[in-house]
């Protein structure tokens, strides 16, 4: 079975017959175990992404998908390279992969690995896991064998390459999963150096949040006459998604935090620190005020962080601070309340946290603190979003004198509790300067 706490795990199941079921995704042309299979994780109805991705997928078409977050883009991909293994079966020669789906971080390719066993319960396919920050031993063994599809972050990929344990001849389709994060974590020169592994004869699907520049030539050069789908506008919010700003000096951000988090309309709140350094003070403080909380960042160790995740998803915590990185694998429904504790200097990366919440047609709320050397990141995510961003002017750490970056405020309102109305950790080579960002250095700690 998967064990993505030791990560490689090879994953074989039976494959029993069973009556048709007919429903949404049957419409669009996957095989009966793959419509059960979907109709046993309760869902029916394709999502927009789904709708327009799998049956050109299914016909063998690439594809370049920019969706938002939470817009089931793991499925689209997922199901129709399913059906494709399924219908075409052959053996991988040991060492080799069928299907390579490169993702940036840990979380998300065990969340993704988590999505290939449901989907794949009823077709005898075998698939792993591989990341960095533990050991080899377990990833080599699956590998040995061969798998149909693999699932990898960059750094460990090629260091197995290169000790020979990981051959990607063997490749029919390639994914890039969440490219624009690839960019900006500094991985982009080891994905070039896989794709550069890869059989040109090949199908691609290529998946980024935001479209950047440097994204669409990276997409140009690997795309053979793709197929388009952008199923929500570029860098724009959820439309249910309720968002504030609460504008405070730095100082008072901890009170702040621990004033919101007393609103028992909050169910289950995640809330974005930049730094891991920052997440680990804001846990001591939670918990000294008797709010029961974790982290999840880069320096904790694996088992550490499904440990989090796991108690965030069960419900014994209500509070998860994370730092973009990595949150960029978190899949949970039910996040009422995303809070960014520090505004991001990246805009796009204010759309990738708020989508965190307002899942699988639910609402949610948004709620940022400012503090005075922020207002310049808050002025560029109102450019971003086409929209201001409603001021609570009445919270007790009000900033004196404030001047919010659009001429704006929200007279005596407060951020509803969910059901009323209605990427990253600091890194040294991106800095805040006055208003703008800058951008720069090389390749982090292998993932």
Not at 51 to 73: F, M
Not at 286 to 294: N, P, S, T, V, Y
Not at 366 to 377: T, V
Not at 388 to 416: I, L, S, T, W, Y
Request: aromatic share 4%; charged share 25%.
């Amino acid at each position: 079975m998967l064990n993505t706490s030791t990560t490689a795990a090879i994953e074989t199941l039976p494959a029993p017959p069973a009556p048709a079921v007919e429903n949404g995704f049957a419409s669009l042309g996957l095989i009966e175990p793959i419509v059960r299979a979907v109709r046993e994780e309760n869902y029916s109805t394709p999502t927009p992404i789904q709708g327009q991705a799998i049956p050109h997928l299914l016909q063998g078409r690439d594809l370049l998908g920019c969706a938002q977050t939470g817009t089931g883009k793991t499925a689209a991909f997922t199901l129709p390279i399913l059906q494709r293994l399924t219908q075409q079966r052959r053996a991988a020669a040991p060492r080799t992969m069928r299907v390579l789906v490169l993702t940036p971080t840990r979380e998300l390719a065990s969340q993704i690995g988590e999505s290939v066993r449901a989907y794949g319960r009823h077709l005898g396919l075998r698939h792993a896991v591989i990341f960095g920050g533990v050991g080899q031993r377990d990833q080599v063994q699956a590998l040995s064998r061969g798998l149909d599809i693999l699932i990898a972050t960059p750094g460990r990929l090629l260091d197995l390459m290169n000790q020979g344990y990981a051959k990607l001849n063997g490749i029919e389709v390639f994914v890039l999963d969440e490219a624009d994060r690839m960019l900006d974590m500094g991985f982009i020169h080891d994905v070039k150096r896989i794709i550069a592994a890869v059989p040109k004869q090949r199908q691609t699907l290529f998946f980024s949040a935001t479209m950047p520049p440097d994204i669409a030539r990276l997409a140009d050069g690997i795309l053979s006459d793709p197929v388009r789908v952008a199923v929500t506008p570029v860098a724009s919010t959820a439309e249910r998604i309720e968002q504030w700003v609460l504008h405070v000096e730095r100082k008072d951000k901890p009170a702040l935090l621990a004033s919101v988090l007393k609103d028992p309309g909050i169910a289950r709140a995640l809330v974005f620190s930049r730094t891991k350094h920052g997440a680990n003070k804001l846990i001591l403080k939670l918990m000294k005020d008797g709010i029961r909380a974790d982290a999840i960042h880069g320096n904790k160790s694996q088992n550490a962080r499904e440990r989090a995740l796991e108690a965030f998803k069960s419900g014994r915590i209500r509070v998860l601070v994370a730092t973009d990185i990595a949150a960029r694998g978190i899949d949970i429904d039910g996040i009422t309340h995303v809070i960014n504790y520090d505004l991001p200097n990246v805009p796009e990366t204010y759309v990738h946290r708020i989508g965190r919440t307002a899942r699988a047609g639910a609402s949610g709320v948004a709620i940022s603190f400012c503090d005075r050397e922020e207002r310049a990141f808050l002025r560029d995510i109102e450019r971003l979003i086409k929209k201001p961003v409603p001021v609570v002017e009445n919270h007790p750490f009000k900033m004196n004198g404030h001047a919010p970056a659009e001429p704006r405020a929200h007279d005596g309102g407060q951020p509803a509790a969910h059901g009323q109305r209605r990427d990253g950790e600091h890194r040294g080579g991106q800095q805040r300067s006055g208003r703008g960002r800058q951008r720069g250095g090389g390749r982090r700690g292998r993932r």
